[in-house]
């Protein structure tokens, strides 16, 4: 499969500075480092891969997207020989370069960049990595500021006696990271919000009198007190009551995000 440009509006889902901690939903972080890593297999053995490094609160969360995919059905790993296997490893590939841009992305490069940079798709996947970070201007090699989302492990890790907080393995639940707000923002966290209906058609819906017909949504955004603006962070509900968003108890005991403030270590696993 050849690698080239994703566009990220595909993957799109209908903060405040956090000083020394971090918490579930909107950070501010700092993106490290990242690029190809050509060693990423276990012990340092040869596997390709791309690695980002973050930084929130102090503590470092690692991100690495392994150009081989493990293709699952019904849990079980694929071998190849069904016939829906094409489609689902095409389908995560897309996914783990769509994520890739991502990341390249919050450092200030523009989808049209994206475009530009593959208007012919390359063979390899050190090519892909090496243009994406090609595109990155020399002042933002590291210790970029960004925006950055993290989320609960979906299950409790070997080991431990809860879930803690990582970042998103993909862009199903929503974008992750994006370039760091302006100082000068306020964002406000939302649980409930009011917004226009949107039939099947994907066209807004109104009223006999051509006024918008307006519907209460769950989930969790964050708007700005002084704009109004939105921002690139959102969740619905069945995100909202998931594993994502609740951290997991040995017991019982589990908690939604909501009532969960404090910080929380990272896995003991090196890479997310």
């Known amino acids: 499969m050849a690698f080239g440009a994703v566009n990220l509006e595909e993957f799109k889902t209908k903060p405040s500075k956090q000083g020394g901690k971090f918490t579930f939903g909107l950070n501010s972080g700092i993106l490290k480092a990242f690029g190809y890593n050509p060693n990423a297999g276990k012990g340092g053995t040869e596997g390709e891969a791309f690695d980002a490094l973050f930084e929130v609160g102090g503590r470092e969360f690692r991100v690495r997207l392994f150009k081989d995919q493990r293709i699952y059905s019904d849990g079980t790993v694929m071998t190849g020989d069904e016939p829906e296997y094409e489609e689902k490893y095409n389908k995560a590939m897309q996914e783990m370069q769509a994520n890739i841009i991502h990341i390249i992305m919050s450092t200030g490069v523009t989808q049209q960049q994206i475009n530009a940079a593959f208007t012919t798709p390359v063979e390899t996947f050190k090519q892909f990595c090496d243009i994406l970070a090609s595109l990155v201007a020399p002042t933002k090699q590291n210790d970029i500021e960004v925006d950055i989302f993290l989320e ?49 058609q994907g066209e807004d819906v109104v009223d006999n009198n051509n006024n918008p017909i307006m519907i209460e949504v769950e989930g969790l955004r964050y708007i700005d007190q002084k704009s109004g603006t939105v921002h690139k962070f959102v969740r619905n509900s069945s995100y909202m009551n998931s594993n994502k968003a609740i951290q997991q108890h040995i017991g019982g005991g589990n908690q939604d995000a909501k009532s969960i403030p404090e910080s929380e270590k990272p896995s003991d696993s090196p890479w997310a």
Do not use: H, M, R
């Not at 070997?158 to 907080?165: A, F, H, I, R, S």
């Not at 990582?166 to 639940?173: D, E, F, H, R, W």
């Open 152 to 200: 609960y492990q979906w299950n409790i890790a070997p080991g431990q006696d809860k879930t803690y907080l990582t970042t998103p393995k993909n862009l199903k639940g929503g974008f992750w990271v994006c370039s760091a707000s302006p100082d000068n923002v306020e964002w406000k966290e939302q649980k409930t919000w009011s917004e226009q209906k949107i039939n099947d």
